[in-house]
């Protein structure tokens, strides 16, 4: 400045980089650029107007050597604050406990309190599961209660409790960990999902060595948490899924991205098997998109409620062949697949689609192409398994380019493949939560009418002596 020389240090926009730049006498020169702002130093002869410029103006107790040193300060703060974390961290179990011990005082108080909303009569109102309702009466004749019982309202927050049988029981850990349960008044799903779920955990992890670790794991917390019922239903579930990928990666040839042994030849042969495991993608997708439609469609027995479930029926088995033609096997589209269009379009429209509401009749549209979405999305089976055994296939061969160029790298060789596949087999886990979830939760819930509002059933008890117990 001393020397006529103005230096701004701006950061802004594309837009406001451009202005700049159009300023008379000005000349501008980007330092860095990243997602969201561009920096640059702005210098010209002249000093600009106020305002024009997007300068970042440091104040006078902006030192950059009282700054570092500031920083360098805050680092050691962060440092004993870590070092505080980890002392505590050894509490945390005892802080658990004391936490569920406290919850279960204040959930006795809050009952305890609402037994006199009555005045002198003295009242404890809940839920009680229908089939227990007949023990409940009993308790009552025998203690001299008024019992007043009565059906739920619509408007009523209903708690849910499933009776599930020991099958469809082993997907209930994955719903625990969710944290999601269907409605007091929606369909239990368990058994399809476990059905359709298990299948998608197959495909997705696609690889016989890796359920055969996963088998290993399992069996061994099954050995280690013996005595630990809590742990049994995970492992069981986690068993099954186990066997699923065992059995996918040897129908595939699959056996930690190699293919020693020959599998089932319309998953193997390479002309063939990414169009037969594309067509078995959307095969699994009309079927669970059909079953949740049938459902549905069975759930409210009216003719209305039984026309629009046929009708989505069928648009979805026109997405079906669609969908075949357009990706698996490109052809001339079949007669039936308009036949399949024209009848369920006649049926949504008849049974469905609301013609005095303007937002359903311009939603229409939309869910028909929301259809086409929801088969096409199964596609995403083939692509993250595909993705996994390339992933795989690809460390194998820099591990063996490795140790093959001397004997001296095989310790260095080794290392590598099992980097890789440790990552991929993360990836994998990551994708069965992403993918394998989605598709249960999202695109068959649609159709099947399942919005999982619902919440567990947790009766009122004494937490306190049943954890002592």
């Known amino acids: 400045r001393e020397k006529g020389i103005y230096v701004h240090l701006c950061a ?14 000005v000349e501008c020169r980007v330092i860095r650029q990243d997602s969201a702002r561009i920096y640059f130093a702005a210098v010209s002869l002249k000093e600009p107007e106020p305002g024009t410029l997007p300068e970042i103006r440091l104040s006078a107790e902006d030192d950059p050597a009282e700054l570092r040193s500031r920083i360098q300060e805050r680092g050691r703060e962060v440092g004993v604050i870590n070092g505080r974390l980890k002392e505590l961290f ?60 009565a059906d739920p309202g619509p408007d009523d927050q209903v ?30 799903v368990s058994a399809a999902v476990l059905v359709f779920f298990t299948i998608f955990y197959g495909m997705i992890i696609g690889d016989a060595g890796y359920g055969l670790l996963f088998l290993a794991g399992t ?13 049994q239903l995970p492992c069981r579930m986690m068993l099954v899924l186990s066997i699923a990928a065992i059995v996918w990666g040897v129908l595939t040839s699959n056996y930690f991205g190699t ?48 026309g629009k479930n046929i009708g989505w029926m069928l648009i979805l088995w026109g997405n079906f062949f669609l969908t075949l033609k357009l990706i698996v096997w490109p052809g001339d589209f079949p007669v039936y697949m308009y036949w399949l269009y024209g009848i369920g379009l006649l049926l949504v429209i008849a049974c469905d689609v609301n013609w005095k509401n303007m937002a359903d009749v ?33 460390f194998n061969g820099m ?7 001397s004997p001296w790298f095989l310790v260095f060789g080794v290392l590598v493949a099992v980097i890789g596949h440790a990552m991929n087999l993360g990836l994998c886990i990551l994708s ?30 004494n937490n306190t002596k049943s954890e002592e117990n």
């Open 12 to 25: 802004g926009s594309e837009r406001q980089l451009r202005e700049a730049e159009e300023l008379p006498g």
């Open 90 to 149: 050894a509490s945390l179990p005892a802080a658990k406990k004391r936490l569920r011990k406290l919850h279960a005082e204040w959930e006795f108080t809050t009952v305890h309190d609402s037994l006199d909303a009555h005045g002198e009569v003295v009242t404890l109102t809940g839920f009680v599961p229908e089939p227990e309702l007949e023990t409940l009466r009993a308790a009552a004749r025998t203690n001299g209660w008024g019992l007043l019982v």
């Open 159 to 188: 708690p849910t409790l499933l009776r599930e049988s020991k099958f469809a029981k082993l997907i209930s850990p994955l719903f625990q960990f969710l944290g999601i349960s269907p409605g007091y008044h929606e369909l239990d």
């Open 219 to 231: 069996l061994f917390a099954m050995w280690k948490f013996r005595g630990r019922p809590a742990a």
């Open 259 to 306: 293919s020693p042994l020959p599998g089932l030849k319309i998953f193997t042969d390479p002309a063939v098997k990414n169009a037969n495991v594309q067509a078995f993608c959307f095969i699994l997708a009309i079927a669970q998109l059909s079953l949740g439609r049938i459902w549905q469609a069975f759930r409210d027995r009216n003719f209305r409620n039984i």
């Open 362 to 394: 311009f939603q229409f549209p939309f869910n028909i192409i929301g259809s086409f979405v929801d088969v096409l999305s199964y596609i995403r089976l083939f692509a993250v398994g595909m993705a996994g055994y390339y992933i795989a296939f690809s």
């Open 399 to 405: 591990a063996s380019d490795i140790w093959k160029s």
């Open 432 to 461: 069965v939560l992403v993918h394998g979830v989605r598709l249960n939760t999202l695109e068959f819930s649609n159709h099947v009418g399942l919005s999982w509002s619902g919440s567990n059933f947790k009766p009122f008890k």
